[in-house]
């Protein structure tokens, strides 16, 4: 489903990524170990059509996003990718519902079938009873959760996570971990980005990549 094939990616002078070949199939969970600085989040970024590499190729469903022009991009990511931030990436003068609503505006859905999209990933992720407060006034975990909701709402094939419990105490976290394995039972390719060793012994993983090694 998605494949890299001898990836490079620098910035400046600076490589990061040194043809990386990789290959992440359909409803695999993958986690990539390793510590800051490693390529990491800039993998993410390649993935989901951020950044571009400065060489080698990207294919997602047979399609080369390495390739594909600035402006098609963001239809890309509507399209096959929801991505959770470490810092939630959420606009905190919006509520709850107006945040996870945020992808769908660009589907020109009836109002009908936005409220019951939101609804539904609310009540998946439990922060239906927060729905009108502003983003400002909630605690770590309830942006978590917010932001989970709205990388889940557009029901993408593809969700990518970078760092997602660093700002959470290990209760959250280990909330955050149930919640990723309930996206993995709706058959999503899901791939974290983490050094959290929460994330090394699961069960529901597939594989762990390490790219300390």
Avoid: W
């Amino acid at each position: 489903m998605i494949e890299l094939i001898n990836v490079t990616k620098s910035f400046d002078a600076q490589q990061v990524l040194k043809e990386l070949s990789l290959r992440f199939d359909e409803g695999e969970l993958i986690v990539i170990k390793g510590k800051s600085g490693s390529g990491k989040s800039t993998l993410l970024s390649l993935i989901a059509g951020l950044a571009k590499p400065t060489s080698g190729e990207i294919i997602v469903d047979g399609k080369h996003i390495s390739k594909l022009p600035e402006h098609f991009c963001s239809s890309y990511r509507r399209d096959n990718i929801g991505m959770i931030f470490q810092k939630y990436n959420l606009i905190e003068t919006l509520s709850v519902k107006e945040n996870i609503l945020l992808p769908l505006v660009p589907l020109n859905l009836s109002e009908e079938l936005l409220e019951k999209r939101v609804a539904e990933q609310m009540h998946t992720f439990n922060i239906s009873h927060k729905a009108d407060e502003l983003i400002k006034y909630l605690s770590g975990g309830e942006q978590q959760r917010t932001a989970i909701a709205r990388a889940h709402i557009a029901d993408p094939k593809i969700i990518l996570a970078d760092e997602p419990t660093a700002n959470l105490d290990e209760v959250l976290s280990k909330n955050f971990i149930e919640m990723l394995e309930k996206m993995k039972s709706k058959n999503k390719t899901i791939i974290v980005a983490t050094h959290d060793p929460l994330f090394f012994e699961l069960d529901f993983v597939d594989r762990i990549i390490d790219f300390d090694s």
